[in-house]
C-alpha cells in the first residue's frame, strides 16, 4: 500500500486556469506538508498542517490554497496558474514533534503553457 | 533565514567511496537529514543524525557531523550505479512546523 500518494502524476494546463493537487496518506500521521520543486531541484516548503490546522505559510501567492479536511488529506488549490508555476509538488506526512522522519509523496509534475 | 549549501555534482567509479557535503547556517537545527532522489521520483529518506552526535553509520552509510563548522558530510562506501540520483541534505530548526530546509541537492554520477 502507498503511504503517501498524490493525484494526479502529472498536469499540463493553460495559464489562467485553476488546479487541483490531492494528497493523501495513510500513515496515520498528523502532520502534512507541501513542498515544491523548481527546475533547478530546488526544494522548498510552501505549506504544514497539524491536524487540519495550518503551522507553516511560507512566502507562497495567495493563488496557492492548501485545504485539509481531514489530517489523513492535504490538497493544494492553485488558482490563475502562471508559467512560474510550473514545477513538481510534493506532498509528505509525519508524526507531529521534532525528529519525525517526513516520508514524500512521489510527486505531481505540473506544466503551464 | 536558513540557508544549507552543497555542491552541484559528484562523480566517482564503481565500487569507490562517495563523499557528498553539506554546509548549514541553523545553529538550532535539532536534526539532519539525507534524502535520495532518483530521476522522476520522490523523496526517499536515506539517514538523519541527532545535533548532539558526531557520527552516525549504516551499513553502507556514515554520516559525520561536525557542529562548530555546521558541516555534514554523506560517505556512501562501495559506491554502486544505483547509487546514482540526487542526493539532498535538509536541516530541521528548532521552530515549529517540523520545517525543513533542504540543500541545493548534489547529483551523484557513478561511472562503470
Known amino acids: 500500500d502507498t503511504a503517501v500518494s498524490q493525484t494526479p502524476k502529472y498536469l499540463v494546463t493553460q495559464m489562467g486556469n485553476d488546479k487541483s493537487i490531492k494528497c493523501e496518506q495513510n500513515l496515520g500521521h498528523d502532520t502534512m506538508y507541501w513542498y515544491k520543486q523548481d527546475s533547478k531541484k530546488f526544494l522548498k516548503i510552501m505549506f504544514s498542517?497539524?491536524?487540519?490546522?495550518?503551522?507553516i505559510n511560507e512566502t507562497v501567492p495567495n493563488r496557492f490554497s492548501p485545504k485539509s479536511p481531514d489530517k489523513a488529506h492535504l490538497n493544494l488549490h492553485i488558482n490563475s496558474l502562471e508559467l512560474g508555476d510550473s514545477a513538481v509538488y510534493f506532498c509528505?506526512?509525519?508524526?507531529?514533534?521534532?525528529?519525525?522522519?517526513?516520508?514524500f509523496g512521489p510527486g505531481t509534475r505540473l506544466l503551464v503553457l | 533565514g536558513e540557508d544549507v549549501e552543497q555542491s552541484l555534482f559528484l562523480s566517482v567509479r564503481e565500487g569507490d567511496s562517495s563523499v557528498i557535503n553539506c554546509t548549514y547556517t541553523d545553529s538550532s537545527s535539532t536534526y539532519l537529514y539525507w534524502y535520495k532522489q532518483e530521476p522522476g521520483a520522490g523523496l526517499q529518506l536515506l539517514t538523519y543524525?541527532?545535533?548532539?552526535?558526531d557520527m552516525k553509520q549504516d551499513q553502507r552509510l556514515t554520516v559525520l557531523l561536525n557542529k562548530k563548522d555546521k558541516h555534514l558530510s554523506l560517505r556512501i562506501a562501495d559506491t554502486q550505479t544505483g547509487d546514482s540520483a540526487i542526493y539532498f541534505c535538509a536541516d530541521q530548526g528548532r521552530g515549529g512546523g517540523n520545517k525543513l530546509t533542504f540543500g541545493t541537492g548534489t547529483q551523484l554520477k557513478v561511472e562503470l
Open positions: 509528505a506526512s509525519s508524526q507531529e514533534g521534532p525528529k519525525e522522519t517526513q516520508y
Open positions: 498542517y497539524n491536524n487540519k490546522e495550518l503551522i
Open positions: 543524525i541527532f545535533s548532539n552526535m
